[in-house]
């Protein structure tokens, strides 16, 4: 006779929590919103309905979450990306967005498809603007521009601008398969250190070492 563990298990809020935006980031990347369910949600969880709506409020408001949480740069990642030259940030900062998206492939297309257009959701773009503000000034802090003052806020203007370029560059390697992930990392990683030591160093005379 075997036993198994329990499916109900008491973790801490925090754990609880993580549980679910795991599942729900899996679930909706799987399946469009509507048709997921939040009974299902609960149970892939492994916890009672209720604990959905106390963590999250609504299905939405899950939903909603975890497009934030995949497409937000955390704070934490600054202090471990901030080291050696802007080439070297640049490779690193772009390797862990990388990473990011290959471990969540299915909900970052569903993401980013729905903001392309393809069903337009205001709530999804809103994050996604969000997104590229936070993005933009950690992007900086990243590469050691933190206190750059000329031409401040046209830099994180072409920093924005280069989200969209991550995005779609993304679908050309998860989707059309044209770039390889290398081709994708190289693209990105080159582009950004251009705008930062030649499109703004051209338009305001600063010139960061590489």
Known sequence: ??????????????????????CARRLFGERHYEAVSTTE???ESGVARGLINHYFGTKRELYLEVIRELTFFPEFAVERLAHGSIRQRADASMDRFLDVIQRNRTMWLTTIGTAGGYGRDPDVEAILQQADEIAADRMMETLGLADIGEGREELRAMIRSFSGLARVATREWLIRETLTREQVRTLLSTTLVTIITEVHGQMFGSNPAI
């Open 1 to 22: 006779m075997t036993s198994t563990a329990p499916r109900w298990r008491r973790l801490e809020p925090d754990q609880r929590r993580a549980q679910i935006l795991a």
């Open 41 to 43: 949600l609960a149970k």
